[in-house]
T-cell receptor, first 111, second 118 residues
Framework: GENVEQHPSTLSVQEGDSAVIKCTYSDSASNYFPWYKQELGKRPQLIIDIRSNVGEKKDQRIAVTLNKTAKHFSLHITETQPEDSAVYFC??????????FGTGTRLTIIP | SQTIHQWPATLVQPVGSPLSLECTVEGTSNPNLYWYRQAAGRGLQLLFYSVGIGQISSEVPQNLSASRPQDRQFILSSKKLLLSDSGFYLCACNPSFGTSGRPPGGQYFGPGTRLTVT
């Protein structure tokens, strides 16, 4: 069955520093890895994703890296800002129909 | 791009009462649709998903049910609510990339319904 571990569960970072969240997955057939950001009381929003034929993808201050051999992928946020404070969820596909979500990381940016 | 509507936005219901939550999607056809539940401060629990009209897959045995009477309508129901049914209910959509060979892709979430069972 599908399984994903997400670390850390909470993370506090000084404004301007970088934040890294890591997920490890179990299904070697997975080929799609999105990251979601959920602000308090709101819906999760897709912020970046990567497919298995790519090792790294960057979009302004956020980037995702994928290591298929080790079965882990990471979210990197550089030059953090207060509006980056939220809960972040990793996910990976299980077949073509479903996503398995991580348990979430609560990121707090300290001004 | 697709737009996902959910209603009601908030709901307070007594234990034992029925439930009906509705999700509709605009801007896409033949999407995969999903119902998730999120308890306070917790992760996303997949309840049901549907790949087409009348096709429902249940992920967690419980007192909830789902139906898809139209291509872009997904309904979550219960005959008798439990206290443990309280939570944030999110509908999600994976837009169609074609009728076959659909690649895995991102799911997009509706605004959610916050349900409190008292």
């Amino acid at each position: 069955g599908e399984n994903v571990e997400q670390h850390p569960s909470t993370l506090s970072v000084q404004e301007g520093d970088s934040a890294v969240i890591k997920c490890t997955y179990s299904d070697s057939a997975s080929n799609y890895f999105p990251w979601y950001k959920q602000e308090l009381g709101k819906r999760p929003q897709l912020i970046i994703d990567i497919r298995s034929n790519v090792g790294e993808k960057k979009d302004q201050r956020i980037a995702v890296t994928l290591n298929k051999t080790a079965k882990h992928f990471s979210l990197h946020i550089t030059e953090t800002q207060p509006e980056d404070s939220a809960v972040y969820f990793c996910a990976f596909n299980f077949g073509n129909e479903k996503l398995t979500f991580g348990t979430g990381t609560r990121l707090t940016i300290i001004p | 791009s697709q737009t996902i509507h959910q209603w009601p936005a908030t709901l307070v219901q007594p234990v034992g009462s029925p439930l009906s939550l509705e999700c509709t999607v605009e801007g896409t056809s033949n999407p995969n649709l999903y119902w998730y539940r999120q308890a306070a401060g917790r992760g996303l629990q997949l309840l049901f998903y549907s790949v087409g009209i009348g096709q429902i897959s249940s992920e967690v045995p419980q007192n909830l049910s789902a139906s898809r009477p139209q291509d872009r309508q997904f309904i979550l129901s219960s005959k008798k609510l439990l206290l443990s049914d309280s939570g944030f209910y999110l509908c999600a959509c994976n837009p169609s990339f074609g009728t076959s060979g659909r690649p895995p892709g991102g799911q997009y979430f509706g605004p959610g319904t916050r349900l409190t069972v008292t």
